[in-house]
Protein backbone atom coordinates (compact mmCIF):
# COMPACT_ATOMS: atom_id res chain seq x y z
CA UNK A 1 0.00 0.00 0.00
CA UNK A 2 0.96 3.42 -1.17
CA UNK A 3 1.48 5.76 2.10
CA UNK A 4 -0.40 8.41 0.52
CA UNK A 5 -3.23 5.92 0.39
CA UNK A 6 -3.48 5.62 3.73
CA UNK A 7 -4.35 7.71 5.34
CA UNK A 8 -4.61 8.49 9.44
CA UNK A 9 -7.65 8.11 10.69
CA UNK A 10 -8.86 9.99 13.86
CA UNK A 11 -11.10 7.81 16.02
CA UNK A 12 -14.48 10.00 17.10
CA UNK A 13 -14.66 10.73 20.91
CA UNK A 14 -14.63 13.15 23.76
CA UNK A 15 -11.31 13.30 25.40
CA UNK A 16 -10.61 13.56 29.01
CA UNK A 17 -11.39 17.01 29.49
CA UNK A 18 -14.60 17.17 27.73
CA UNK A 19 -16.02 14.48 29.59
CA UNK A 20 -14.85 16.13 33.20
CA UNK A 21 -16.72 19.30 31.44
CA UNK A 22 -19.74 17.61 31.05
CA UNK A 23 -20.33 15.54 34.36
CA UNK A 24 -19.25 18.96 36.15
CA UNK A 25 -22.27 20.33 33.76
CA UNK A 26 -24.45 17.17 34.49
CA UNK A 27 -23.83 17.25 38.57
CA UNK A 28 -24.51 21.15 38.70
CA UNK A 29 -27.68 20.58 36.84
CA UNK A 30 -28.82 18.00 39.63
CA UNK A 31 -27.78 19.68 42.34
CA UNK A 32 -29.77 22.80 41.30
CA UNK A 33 -32.53 20.25 40.91
CA UNK A 34 -32.16 18.96 44.41
CA UNK A 35 -32.11 22.02 45.80
CA UNK A 36 -34.70 23.46 44.18
CA UNK A 37 -37.32 20.60 45.68
CA UNK A 38 -36.01 20.74 49.00
CA UNK A 39 -36.75 24.35 48.94
CA UNK A 40 -40.60 23.55 47.44
CA UNK A 41 -40.87 21.15 50.23
CA UNK A 42 -40.05 23.65 52.88
CA UNK A 43 -41.95 26.52 51.31
CA UNK A 44 -44.81 23.85 51.35
CA UNK A 45 -44.46 22.54 55.11
CA UNK A 46 -44.12 26.41 56.05
CA UNK A 47 -47.53 27.22 54.23
CA UNK A 48 -49.35 24.32 55.72
CA UNK A 49 -47.97 25.44 59.16
CA UNK A 50 -49.26 29.43 58.65
CA UNK A 51 -53.08 28.03 57.60
CA UNK A 52 -53.06 25.91 60.74
CA UNK A 53 -51.72 29.19 62.80
CA UNK A 54 -54.70 30.62 60.94
CA UNK A 55 -56.78 28.32 62.07
CA UNK A 56 -55.81 28.16 65.68
CA UNK A 57 -56.03 32.33 65.94
CA UNK A 58 -59.77 32.39 64.42
CA UNK A 59 -60.63 30.09 66.79
CA UNK A 60 -59.06 31.12 69.96
CA UNK A 61 -60.70 34.66 68.79
CA UNK A 62 -63.87 33.39 68.23
CA UNK A 63 -64.19 31.36 71.29
CA UNK A 64 -62.73 35.03 73.40
CA UNK A 65 -65.19 37.30 71.82
CA UNK A 66 -67.85 34.60 72.09
CA UNK A 67 -67.11 33.68 75.84
CA UNK A 68 -66.96 37.82 76.81
CA UNK A 69 -69.82 38.64 74.61
CA UNK A 70 -71.91 35.42 76.68
CA UNK A 71 -70.97 36.08 79.53
CA UNK A 72 -73.23 36.94 82.88
CA UNK A 73 -73.09 40.37 83.55
CA UNK A 74 -70.78 39.85 86.94
CA UNK A 75 -68.02 38.27 84.39
CA UNK A 76 -68.47 40.71 81.44
CA UNK A 77 -68.38 43.44 84.02
CA UNK A 78 -64.76 41.82 85.48
CA UNK A 79 -63.44 41.42 81.64
CA UNK A 80 -63.85 45.55 81.10
CA UNK A 81 -62.11 46.22 85.23
CA UNK A 82 -59.49 43.93 84.62
CA UNK A 83 -55.84 44.78 84.63
CA UNK A 84 -54.50 44.59 80.48
CA UNK A 85 -51.01 44.00 82.08
CA UNK A 86 -51.38 40.43 81.53
CA UNK A 87 -52.06 38.06 78.47
CA UNK A 88 -56.30 37.39 78.61
CA UNK A 89 -55.05 33.82 77.59
CA UNK A 90 -52.96 31.57 75.76
CA UNK A 91 -51.62 27.91 75.78
CA UNK A 92 -50.39 25.60 73.40
CA UNK A 93 -52.63 23.53 70.54
CA UNK A 94 -51.17 20.78 68.63
CA UNK A 95 -51.78 19.76 64.82
CA UNK A 96 -50.43 16.83 63.62
CA UNK A 97 -47.02 16.75 64.93
CA UNK A 98 -46.49 20.32 65.47
CA UNK A 99 -47.76 22.38 68.59
CA UNK A 100 -48.88 25.73 68.20
CA UNK A 101 -48.44 28.58 71.05
CA UNK A 102 -50.94 31.16 71.47
CA UNK A 103 -51.16 34.21 73.31
CA UNK A 104 -54.43 36.68 73.41
CA UNK A 105 -53.88 39.96 74.68
CA UNK A 106 -56.77 42.77 75.40
CA UNK A 107 -55.93 46.73 75.07
CA UNK A 108 -58.07 49.75 75.23
CA UNK A 109 -58.63 51.19 72.06
CA UNK A 110 -58.96 55.06 72.95
CA UNK A 111 -62.65 55.71 71.54
CA UNK A 112 -63.48 59.50 73.25
CA UNK A 113 -66.44 57.66 74.76
CA UNK A 114 -66.83 56.83 78.05
CA UNK A 115 -68.62 53.67 79.47
CA UNK A 116 -70.51 52.22 78.00
CA UNK A 117 -69.02 52.44 74.30
CA UNK A 118 -65.57 51.34 75.42
CA UNK A 119 -64.15 49.03 72.54
CA UNK A 120 -60.81 46.78 73.49
CA UNK A 121 -58.53 44.88 70.97
CA UNK A 122 -57.60 41.40 71.14
CA UNK A 123 -54.27 40.59 69.66
CA UNK A 124 -53.57 36.93 69.31
CA UNK A 125 -50.00 35.65 68.21
CA UNK A 126 -49.48 32.17 67.46
CA UNK A 127 -46.16 30.59 67.09
CA UNK A 128 -44.76 27.27 66.80
CA UNK A 129 -41.24 25.55 66.48
CA UNK A 130 -39.94 28.10 69.29
CA UNK A 131 -40.90 28.65 72.81
CA UNK A 132 -40.83 32.04 72.53
CA UNK A 133 -42.98 34.45 70.01
CA UNK A 134 -40.52 36.28 67.16
CA UNK A 135 -37.59 33.85 67.18
CA UNK A 136 -36.64 33.29 63.78
CA UNK A 137 -35.58 29.51 62.50
CA UNK A 138 -32.79 29.95 60.19
CA UNK A 139 -33.97 29.06 56.56
CA UNK A 140 -38.04 29.88 57.28
CA UNK A 141 -37.56 33.02 58.66
CA UNK A 142 -40.24 34.30 61.76
CA UNK A 143 -43.04 31.02 62.61
CA UNK A 144 -45.73 33.11 63.58
CA UNK A 145 -49.35 34.55 63.18
CA UNK A 146 -50.92 37.30 64.63
CA UNK A 147 -54.68 38.47 64.15
CA UNK A 148 -57.04 40.84 65.85
CA UNK A 149 -60.58 41.58 66.70
CA UNK A 150 -62.91 44.64 68.57
CA UNK A 151 -64.63 44.07 70.97
CA UNK A 152 -67.58 46.20 72.19
CA UNK A 153 -68.59 46.83 75.67
CA UNK A 154 -72.36 46.95 75.24
CA UNK A 155 -73.45 43.60 75.45
CA UNK A 156 -76.19 42.43 72.96
CA UNK A 157 -76.70 45.28 71.43
CA UNK A 158 -76.75 45.67 67.77
CA UNK A 159 -74.45 48.02 65.96
CA UNK A 160 -77.08 50.86 64.31
Known amino acids: MDSLSIKRRRVSGFNLVELM ?12 LVALSFTAIASREKAEAITD ?27 W ?15 GNTDYN ?4 AKDVPTGTVAPNRMRKLDITVWWWSEKPGEARVGSGQLSYSASRLVREIKNDPIP
Open 21 to 32: FSLTLIAIAALT
Open 53 to 79: AMLVAEEQLSLAVYTIETLPEANHDAF
Open 102 to 105: FQVE
Open 81 to 95: EASLAGPYSEGTIRI
